[in-house]
């Protein structure tokens, strides 16, 4: 029962570089969100997808792009990453309900 | 805007309890949550309470809710070294979960 799957686990980027962090959700829930924790802040949301086909704001969007895919597959993409960029990224998902399953992040530096 | 206030960290003695204390600012957060979050790993939820209730016990966890002191803390009885993690103290007034905001988290440290 694999959950909540992201990748790649550890990416070093130069700034300017772009990357697509991929997440993929087995669970069959209609919501998946991307979240980026830094010391001391605790999670903020970037986007989330309520539904297949639909995409949001969160807290913190700014220099982040993202794709619902599918159902199961929700991708943040950095197009010109920057210094302030650099964190632990999560992906989550949940069904109708508000409990979030999270994925085991994404250590992302950005020299 | 809605804010969610903990301390940063926490020591205990193995076998003793564990109090980990949240306040927060909505006077309308209707779920409160706690999630546990192990080293290299993703935030896992722990339990949570409704804002109409005072307490919940589950097992070892008990989590106490003062809704007049916007507080919530969450004991952990016989504290072992498995417990070792950060705690993060969430709350949401909306059932949607792109609305549950979180506190910075308190890293609890066991000691012998």
């Known amino acids: 029962n694999a959950g909540v799957t992201q990748t790649p686990k550890f990416q070093v980027l130069k700034t300017g570089q772009s990357m697509t962090l991929q997440c993929a959700q087995d669970?069959?829930?209609?919501?998946m969100y991307w979240y980026r924790q830094d010391p001391g802040m605790g999670l903020r949301l970037i986007y989330y997808?309520?539904?297949?086909?639909?995409?949001d704001k969160g807290e913190v969007p700014n220099g982040y792009n993202v794709s619902r895919l599918n159902k199961r597959e929700f991708s943040l993409r950095l197009e010109s990453a920057a210094p302030s960029q650099t964190s632990v990224y999560f992906c989550?998902?949940?069904?109708?309900?508000?409990?979030?399953?999270f994925g085991e992040g994404s250590w992302l530096t950005v020299v | 805007g809605e804010d969610v206030e903990q301390s940063l960290f926490l020591s205990v003695r193995e076998g003793d309890s564990s109090v980990i204390n949240c306040t927060y600012t909505?006077?309308?957060?209707?779920?409160l949550y706690w999630y546990k979050q192990e080293p290299g790993a993703g935030l896992q939820l722990l339990t949570y309470?409704?804002?109409?209730?005072d307490m919940k016990q589950d097992q070892r966890l008990t989590v106490l809710l003062n809704k007049k002191d916007k507080h919530l803390s969450l004991r952990i009885a016989d504290t072992q070294t498995g417990d070792s993690a950060i705690y993060f103290c969430?709350?949401?007034?909306?059932?949607?979960?792109?609305?549950?905001?979180f506190g910075s988290g308190t890293r609890l440290s066991i000691r012998p």
């Open positions: 909505d006077s309308s957060s209707t779920y």
């Open positions: 309470i409704f804002s109409n209730m």
């Open positions: 969430a709350e949401s007034r909306y059932s949607s979960a792109s609305k549950i905001i």
């Open positions: 997808s309520a539904s297949e086909g639909t995409t």
């Open positions: 989550a998902s949940s069904a109708s309900g508000n409990t979030i399953y």
């Open positions: 669970m069959n829930h209609n919501s």
